[in-house]
C-alpha cells in the first residue's frame, strides 16, 4: 500500500489527519450548553475544521505517492474535491447535532458522510493530469467506501459523546488513523497506465504545479495547527461556570433544620428553603399554568405539563415541549420564579427541568445528564452542585441532613 511513498509524508498525513479530527471534535464537546449563536459557529467551526483535515492529508498523500514527473493539479477539480467535503461533513454534522438523533439518523450520515469522503478522494485524483491515464481496481473502491463509512460513523458518535481529555485524543487518533487508511487503500488500488501511441494528450483548465499545492498544503497545515493550539486552551466559559456552580454550592442550604429530640424545629425565615431560587429571592408568586412562546404568527401558550425542560438563550428561554424548542420571551430566573416547584427543579444555571419526564439520569465528568422523555428525547446537563438534589427529589438517593 505504501511501495514507493515518502514515509515522512506519509507519516504527516496521518498526523494531519488526527490533529484534524482532534480540533474539529474538540469544538463540537464544546457546543453543549451553549446558545443558539454560539451552537451555530462552534458547529461551523467543527465542520470546517473536520473538512480542512480531511482534504489536507487527502493532498499531502498525493504529494507521497510516487507519481509520474510532470504531473500536475487542476485546479477546477481540486476546488471542487474540497467543497464536497465541507459540504457532506456539514450536513452530516447538522443532521446528527438537532436534538437526540436516532441510529437511524446517525447511520444514515455516516453513509453520506462516507461516500462523501470517497467523492472527495476520487474527484481530486481526477485533477491530476499529465502524460499517462488512471485505472482503478473495483475490490479496492469498494474496500475503500466501507472503510470511509466506518470512519465517518465512528467520527459521528465521537461528535455525539462530546468527550474532553484522553478520550477525545483516541478518538482523534482512531479517526485519523481511518480516514489515511481509505485514502491509501484508494491509492492501492491505482494504476498509473502510460497512454497509447495513437492517444493525443491534452490538459484542460487551469493547473497547478506540484510546488504550488505544496505551499497551500503548508498554509492548512498551519491553519490546523493553529486551530489544534487553540483548542487546548481552557474555555473561560467552563471555568466561570465552575465558579458559579460552587456559589451555588456553597450557597445551599438543607430544605430543613435538624432539630434535637423534642424540640421543635426552627422555623427562621433563614433556614427555609426557597423553591427554585435559592437564597435572596423575593417570595414567589404562584406558579402560572401557561407558558409564553412565540411563534411567526404571534404568542402561543402552552400548558406547564407539556414542558420537559427550560433552557437559557441570552435574555430569553427556549421551552421544549419533549419534541422541539420554542422560543419564550421570560428569562431563565423569570421562567425559576413562575413554575411551580412541586413540578420543576433548577439543575444547572442554565437549565430547569420538569421533574416528573426524567427517565436516565448518568453521572457524565464532575456533573450529569438527565434524559426527559417524548417524541424526541433529549438530555440536559446537571451541574455538581444539584445532583444531590435531583436524586433525592428523583428517590434515588437521602438528601443529606
Known amino acids: 500500500m505504501f511501495e514507493g511513498h515518502d514515509p515522512y509524508l506519509v507519516a504527516l498525513s496521518v498526523v494531519i489527519a488526527i490533529l484534524g479530527g482532534y480540533t474539529g471534535f474538540g469544538l463540537a464537546a464544546r457546543i453543549r450548553g451553549m446558545p443558539d449563536a454560539s451552537h451555530r459557529v462552534l458547529l461551523a467551526g467543527a465542520a470546517f475544521f473536520l473538512a480542512v483535515g480531511i482534504w489536507t492529508m487527502h493532498f499531502v498523500g498525493m504529494l507521497a505517492a510516487p507519481l509520474p514527473a510532470g504531473t500536475v493539479y487542476l485546479v477546477l477539480p481540486t476546488i471542487v474535491s474540497f467543497l464536497i467535503c465541507a ?8 443532521f446528527v447535532s438537532i436534538g437526540e438523533p436516532s441510529m437511524l439518523r446517525v447511520a444514515s450520515s455516516a453513509v453520506l458522510l462516507g461516500l462523501g469522503i470517497v467523492s472527495m478522494h476520487y474527484v481530486g485524483m481526477h485533477g491530476l493530469s499529465g502524460e499517462f491515464t488512471m485505472a482503478h481496481t473495483a475490490g479496492m473502491v469498494v474496500l475503500s467506501v466501507g472503510i470511509a463509512i466506518a470512519a465517518a460513523y465512528g467520527g459521528l458518535r465521537a461528535f455525539l459523546a462530546r468527550r474532553g481529555g484522553v478520550q477525545l485524543m483516541l478518538s482523534a487518533v482512531a479517526f485519523g488513523i ?17 497512454p497509447s501511441a495513437e492517444a493525443h494528450h491534452h490538459m484542460d483548465g487551469l493547473a497547478a504545479s506540484s510546488q504550488m499545492l505544496s505551499l497551500a498544503v503548508a498554509l492548512l497545515c498551519f491553519v490546523i495547527a493553529a486551530g489544534f493550539l487553540l483548542s487546548l486552551v481552557p474555555d473561560p466559559r467552563k471555568k466561570a461556570s465552575a465558579n458559579a456552580e460552587a456559589m451555588d454550592g456553597a ?9 434535637d429530640a423534642g424540640t421543635a424545629p426552627t422555623t427562621s425565615p433563614k433556614l427555609r428553603p426557597t423553591p427554585l431560587g435559592g437564597i435572596g429571592q423575593p417570595p414567589r408568586a404562584a406558579p402560572v399554568p401557561r407558558l409564553p412562546v412565540e411563534r411567526a404568527d404571534g404568542t402561543h401558550f402552552i400548558d406547564a405539563t407539556e414542558v420537559r425542560s427550560v433552557r437559557a438563550d441570552a435574555h430569553y428561554t427556549k421551552i421544549h415541549d419533549g419534541t422541539r424548542e420554542r422560543m419564550c420571551p421570560w428569562s431563565i430566573s423569570e421562567a425559576e420564579a413562575q413554575l411551580d416547584p412541586n413540578l420543576f427543579v433548577r439543575v444547572h444555571r442554565s437549565y430547569i427541568i420538569a421533574i416528573s419526564h426524567v427517565t436516565l439520569v448518568r453521572k457524565e465528568g464532575d456533573g450529569a445528564v438527565i434524559e426527559l422523555e417524548g417524541p424526541s428525547p433529549h438530555r440536559v446537563p446537571v451541574s455538581r452542585a444539584k445532583i444531590a438534589e435531583v436524586k433525592a427529589r428523583l428517590g434515588i438517593a437521602r438528601r443529606s441532613a
Not at 87 to 94: A, N, P, Q
Not at 178 to 190: K, L, P, Q, R
Open 87 to 94: 459540504l457532506v461533513v456539514g450536513i452530516s454534522l447538522f
Open 178 to 194: 481511518a480516514v489515511s487508511g481509505m485514502h491509501y487503500t484508494a491509492m492501492a488500488g491505482m494504476r498509473i497506465v502510460p
Open 251 to 259: 450557597l445551599d442550604m438543607p430544605e430543613l433544620p435538624v432539630a
